[in-house]
């Protein structure tokens, strides 16, 4: 029904129209139509252009003056040739204005003729190839894209003026000239309301990629598998340190600040044992995909601050910026779905940059085969947390099953009358039943499992609209009093979760981390308590990997608050389920094991959170590109912060590393 949608349109406009006509509500509102008079002479029109125009490039002057302010004033080291920015970037501000009003000034040069000529083919370009929005960064793809959306908002209103009005829109009231771009704006709004299938946005599943049977099948079989690879590092008496690790989102901030503290502390050049002490990582967003890189490219024997580093250079968000300005955009008048959407877009863009990690052999690296390789003889929990629009719980893509603590459709089910299945609550598993819109045959995807690619499960946590739309995940469950209605496949009901960034509802992941612990907890106590741990009890570690910049200054006094918005104050500042509080019960949750004295040997565990500090700098942008002057300030706070002991919780860090270090690396 959607290509439809402007026949509907014109359709209900035309019947609208007929009985306007009889009832008389509207009459005529001019008089014989005749072309519009201008209104400016052509000596203004374009004094206005030039000034518009010129104030776009002294902005951009402006802007390259302000890439290159760290590096001057505050010393940052940066990319080479700083100081060629900031003249370039100082002579554009300065008599840039000046030149582009002499260009508008020579017509037959000025952007009035320049624009179309240049954007009418690129613009088609960039449609059918998004990838090429590379050569043109995300700024020049943006730029292109709503240069493109004014040409047509300028035909339109062109077409308004210099033809006849409809007869229907104008039986309407609507005026001498028809509004077009309005029009349009209806017909868009009509095909987003018949489009309800949401094929477009699926997230891209396969058989091919499968199986789906995690490669843990619960926490005990995890921990135990654990255990057994501790035995490589067997040495001298010493306590085995388990770190568990909460990588909050951010962005490709985020991803980079994960994978710079999980190289420091777990990375090859440490020798083979610290990677064996790490035991689950849980992430959010920008933090899920830095996990997910660092595990892949330690499987493959690189870096992970490497392989992010590629992935946050301009490929794939500027693949995305062409997605969603030049087909996410027109895709409800058309109905295609063949197209790869701005999510697949970004996705296939960090791919293509970082190659050999996510892309092996030209073949998709699978969810499922995530820290194969020969650079891990562990592979650590990996849990990313998303978000489900449809019902307000937590989507869990991980490497271990039987998480969720409700099973079937309703995650949000009592637990009244029975006994939760998993320690997650509220949460979803999407492996089981998953399949494609396409396959109905269920006993194909039954038997084989339906998988992702590694790519698309990060970015399942970490799709943040606009820039990336909610993924849908269709899976058969079992029916329920909740999950009964719509498609029926042999006592199963299909029920659609459509994911967006796990930060919606818990921003750092400690709250699922917090919940895997609890159920590891009891393991790791009868295992203190058993012979074998005389010589080396486990202690446990929750490390919060936090890139928000805190702040060490001390908050003012709190003055009186007003009483008319004394309310929403209290909404707004509502902190107990915040992550202040939550690493205060992570604190609380080790060092209650740690403080077990008898029976079992007293271990020394801890909370330690590294997180960048406020400074007289710029700050790490949030988006999914990260300049190499970010990149350089993020990597000298964390030496300066954490390796080098400035932060506030250095002296727990240092504990860490000396247990990391102790024994069993020679």
């Given at each position: ?17 007929c ?7 509207a ?18 029109r ?10 776009v ?51 037959w040069?000025?952007?009035?003729t320049?624009?179309?000529?240049v ?6 370009w ?13 700024t020049?793809?943006?730029a292109i894209?709503?240069a ?5 908002i300028?035909?339109?209103?062109w077409?308004?003026r ?6 229907a ?10 509004p ?12 987003s ?12 599943v ?5 199986p789906?049977a995690p490669?843990?099948?619960d ?14 590092c ?6 085995v ?14 991803a980079?600040?994960?994978?710079v503290?999980?190289?420091a ?12 002490r ?7 967003s920008?933090?899920?995909?830095g996990?997910?890189a660092?595990?892949a490219?330690?499987a ?17 968000l ?11 955009l ?6 295609i ?15 293509e940059?970082v ?55 309703d ?25 494609e ?49 719509g498609?029926?496949?042999a ?15 818990e ?11 609890a ?7 009868e ?9 080396h ?5 929750i ?31 509502n ?7 939550l690493?205060?019960t ?5 060092r209650?094991?740690?403080?077990r ?6 271990t020394?565990g ?8 406020m ?6 942008p949030?988006?999914?590109v990260l300049s190499?002057?970010?990149r ?5 706070q964390?030496?300066a912060?954490?390796l ?6 250095a002296?727990?860090?240092r ?5 990391l270090d102790s024994?069993?690396?020679?």
């Amino acid at each position: 029904m959607v290509p439809f949608a402007p026949i509907i349109v014109a359709l209900l406009i035309a019947a609208a129209a007929c009985v306007a006509r009889v009832a008389e509500v509207a009459a005529h509102t001019v008089p014989p139509w005749s072309p519009p008079a201008a209104t400016l002479d052509d000596e203004t029109r374009l004094l206005w252009v030039g000034a518009l125009a010129g104030a776009v490039v002294v902005a951009g002057g402006l802007g390259l003056v302000r890439a290159a302010f760290p590096p001057i004033v505050l010393g940052i080291e940066g990319p080479g040739r700083w100081w060629s920015a900031a003249l370039i970037g100082a002579l554009t501000a300065i008599f840039g204005g000046f030149f582009t009003q002499w260009l508008v000034a020579m017509a037959w040069l000025g952007p009035i003729t320049i624009a179309p000529v240049v954007i009418v083919p690129i613009a088609p370009w960039l449609l059918v190839v998004p990838s090429h929005g590379a050569y043109w960064t995300t700024t020049g793809v943006v730029a292109i894209g709503f240069a493109f959306l004014a040409l047509v908002i300028g035909l339109l209103k062109w077409i308004s003026r210099r033809y006849p009005p409809w007869d229907a829109t104008d039986s309407l009231g609507f005026g001498r000239r028809t509004p077009w771009l309005a029009l349009l704006g209806v017909t868009w709004v009509v095909a987003s309301i018949l489009n309800t299938d949401g094929v477009y946005h699926d997230a891209r599943v396969s058989t091919d990629l499968g199986p789906s049977a995690p490669r843990y099948t619960d926490l005990k079989s995890a921990f135990d598998t654990w255990l057994g690879a501790q035995d490589q590092c067997a040495g001298a008496a010493g306590q085995v340190p388990m770190v568990l690790v909460a990588a909050s989102g951010g962005g490709i901030r985020a991803a980079y600040w994960t994978a710079v503290t999980l190289d420091a502390l777990f990375g090859s050049q440490r020798g083979k044992c610290p990677a064996l002490r790490l035991f689950a990582v849980s992430g959010v967003s920008g933090g899920s995909v830095g996990a997910t890189a660092w595990v892949a490219a330690m499987a493959a024997g690189k870096r992970g601050t490497g392989v992010v580093k590629e992935m946050s250079k301009d490929h794939g968000l500027a693949a995305a910026a062409a997605g969603l300005l030049l087909r996410d955009l027109i895709q409800p008048f058309t109905g295609i779905t063949t197209w790869r959407d701005r999510a697949a877009l970004l996705e296939d863009g960090w791919t293509e940059s970082v190659g050999g990690i996510f892309d092996p052999a030209k073949s998709p690296l699978k969810w499922s085969a995530v820290g194969n390789g020969h650079g891990l003889a562990w592979v650590p929990l990996l849990v990313l947390n998303a978000s489900s629009v449809t019902d307000g719980c937590r989507v869990l893509v991980a490497n271990v099953g039987a998480l969720p603590a409700a099973t079937g459709g309703d995650c949000g089910a009592s637990p009244l009358g029975q006994r939760p299945a998993g320690p997650v609550s509220a949460s979803i598993d999407p492996f089981p039943g998953l399949h494609e819109r396409t396959d109905t045959n269920a006993a194909k995807w039954n038997s084989l499992g339906t998988g992702m690619r590694a790519v698309t499960a990060a970015l399942l946590s970490a799709r943040f609209p606009i820039i990336s739309p909610s993924g849908a995940l269709l899976r058969w469950v079992p029916d329920t009093p909740s999950s009964k209605g719509g498609n029926q496949v042999a006592n199963k009901s299909q029920v659609i979760t459509y994911d967006v960034d796990g930060g919606y509802y818990e921003n750092s992941g400690l709250l699922t981390l917090l919940q895997i612990w609890a159920a590891i907890d009891p393991l790791v106590r009868e295992h203190n308590q058993s012979t074998r741990a005389n010589d080396h009890p486990i202690s446990p570690w929750i490390v919060v990997v936090d890139n928000h910049y805190r702040s060490n200054a001390k908050a003012a006094q709190p003055r009186r608050p007003l009483e008319l918005v004394a309310p929403l104050s209290a909404l707004s500042n509502n902190r107990i389920l915040g992550q202040t509080a939550l690493e205060q019960t992570a604190a609380l949750a080790v060092r209650a094991e740690g403080d077990r004295v008898s029976p079992g040997p007293k271990t020394t565990g801890g909370m330690v959170v590294i997180a960048p500090t406020m400074e007289p700098s710029v700050a790490a942008p949030l988006g999914w590109v990260l300049s190499e002057t970010s990149r350089s300030d993020m990597n000298n706070q964390f030496k300066a912060r954490h390796l080098l002991n400035e932060s506030p919780g250095a002296s727990g860090l240092r504990e860490l590393l000396r247990q990391l270090d102790s024994w069993g690396n020679s």
